[in-house]
């Protein structure tokens, strides 16, 4: 460890550029907007059913966590509402959810330094399901003149600040299923750059057949529920969703008079270079990026009060991210709080840790951590305190949130309680 | 503290070399690596040109290993990425010893993989699809793949602005060295040629349609009716500047700004498209500590388009005031067709090739400028300038604007 680093319990000095959290909005398979999510999801509600956007008879599998009770006219003013694809449309209803949960209304001035990140695994998959049917269909010559804008998955992004009038710096990030913290990491980047104002970051994904297809043929995905860490766990679960969060400098949040959720401290990237689909077999890369997160944020390993892990339920991933919490938290790894709501959610691929992410800053805001459902009985090698299904009232001053991704990606984000 | 950020390699596969060397040359010489792609992939599209890289082997770039497990843009991107590690002196010890961050940017990625796995599944059942096939259906698949075939451990990142992307990931990688402490980042672009998008851009109405007199689309010429689908893939070696002259490196040119913003019309209020393009080159340059009379040349986005290319010189008139008139402009895509990804990296190799020479290329087969633009900067031949500065843009078509500046090291 460096020498220099804050004694643990003392509070930190707030600097006036650091990113604070000022808004969050979600669109998920256990329900829409702030309120509704965090309730179902402290009740642990599980959104994970049998899959209804296509037939699943060909596949050994059936289940999926989609989102059932979404209406993109409810959300879509400027854009053509079915038109764009499905995951656009899922980001832009994050994105004005989050802004109205900010309080925010731009001016002119504004949205030239507004910006937005959109992290995700598939981009627009529907789009190009919808090619492949014309093309096996020998009617390509039929194929929508706007195709191009809305398939390649920078239209994420740029259909969420088209709708808003967003002039600022405008990307799409598409590094798997680690992709909303490499959104949020990003866009907190901008803001300490000074490069904007106000940030959206997050993530969007929709639920496909090109995903579900890959995740069965990798024999992924389970037979029933998902069940991080239990022993007679199965697999992951496809689902989807959008998350986005308001980032803005915490000078400019408190001069507003803003409510601030949760400072994001700092954050860890790494890649195994291992294998595109396995991850190391040490979890080397996965500590590394912990390690990374820890130091950059300045926080002691016992300073963490809660783990978002990235926790997918198949039996390689659940086993692998214990060895390397173990390996960066040592005894404390056994009392450190560690969920994976993904248990309730499925997963939302590159909206999952951007969800996740909203999970661990609501978590410091109301003192009460999610469960991980469905364990039923632990798995001897994962052996630690997963919170198993209920959800548990603690105060959490610091919250790390894991993902992993195709790739060999890894990342860390570390979310600290805002002290005024 | 703010940190410079040094470019000491770059890695190039195009239809016209596979060197920033050979490209500026060809270039300079009017070669041209837009062609007719033949019926079978025209299938009814108005467009009949594409520059393609008909003879690209991967082995002769990636060797050792089996290269089944790479789709074709992932290893467009590793033998890109391998050139430009060849080329910065960054060996297989050095990536062993430090973690290097890759930063890939893309718009179609594997798109055609992606297609194909579903037509499989959808035609014979998903049962008949292969696992590995999926790993290559993920957007980041060729950057993963790429740190794999080098051992790249550092920051693994793929970016998504559509065509500017490439040149988007180098002006992120630089604010990572600049601004974040990071040492050495390869950042590019890659982009592979495929039916879906060929037909996409065709549907759309983008794409040149010539056919009568077979002649090339042509950056800002007066007869220009939209740009020919290009592919390849191009990286640069960023590193921190006292660094690199630390361990001896060479250093080609220096990155001295970079700004980026968004027209939310996507390019249909003709008025914001050109005030933004015109407020992205105003803060890279500010970004960069320079005005505009120290930049010596400009190397447009411009690749035929009717609408964007007249955004463009509205917005260099704008923004050069009285010396747009002279000031010297290319536009390579003429050359390489809009490849994309891989456009801006491409764009960066060629001006880099034009610091060094003072060599700048033409605008292959200009004849006639709009009337409004009469511009005694944009010309059909190469030829020899001041060139110590360059402003390079990229135009997206989603609405994303670039501007990347570089210079020669002081």
Redo the contacts between chains.
Sequence with gaps: MPSGLPKNGHPRQSAPDETVVTGVGLVTSIGTGKEIFWQNLLAGRCGIGPVEAFSTEHFPVHHGAEIKDFDANDYVNRLPAGKIGRASELAIAAAHLALADAHLSFTEADLEQAGVVVGTTSGEPGVIERFDDLYIEGRINQLSSDFIDNYPCNALAAHVASELGLGGEVLTIPTACAAGNYAIAHASDLLQMRRARIMLAGGADSFSRITYTGFARLGAISTDLCRPFDRNRKGMIPGEGAAMLVLERRADAVARGARIYAVIAGYGLSCDAYHMTSAHPQGAGAARAMEMALRSSETLPEEVDYISAHGTGTPTNDRLETIAIKRVFKDYAYRVPISSIKSMLGHAMGAASAIEAIACVLAITYGYIPATIHLETQDPECDLDFIANCSREHKVNIAMNNAYAFGGNNSSVIFRRYEA | MEHRVAITGIGLISPLGDSSNALHHALCSGRTGIHPVGPQVV??NQCHLAARLVDFQPEKYLAGRPLR?LDRSSQLASAACGLALESSGWNSESRAAN?LA?MVG????G?HN??D???T???S???S???MA????????A???T??WH????????????SI?GI?AVG?AT?LIR??GAMAVLAGGVDEFSV??F???G????LCTNHVSEELPIPFDQRRNGFALGEGAGFLALEEFTYAIERGARILAEVRGYA???????GRDPNLAVQ?LV?TMHTALSRSKMSVDDIDFVSASANGSVARDSYELSALAAVFGERASALPVTAIKGGIGEALAASGPAQVAVAIETLRTGELPGVIGLQKLPPEWQRAGIAPDARTIKARSALINGL?????CCSLVIAVAE
């Design positions: 299938n009814g497990p973690d890759v893309t718009m179609f990625a798109m992606i297609g796995f579903d037509r599944a959808m035609a059942g998903p049962a699809v292969s696992p999926f790993a290559n259906t993920v957007i980041n698949a950057a993963g793949q740190a794999i051992n790249m451990r550092g920051v693994n990142s793929t970016v998504a602005a559509g992307s988007s992120h604010d601004h974040r879906e998008s037909c996409g851009f549907r759309a109405g983008l980026t913003a968004f027209d939310h019309s996507q933004t407020r997206g078509l989603d609405g994303n």
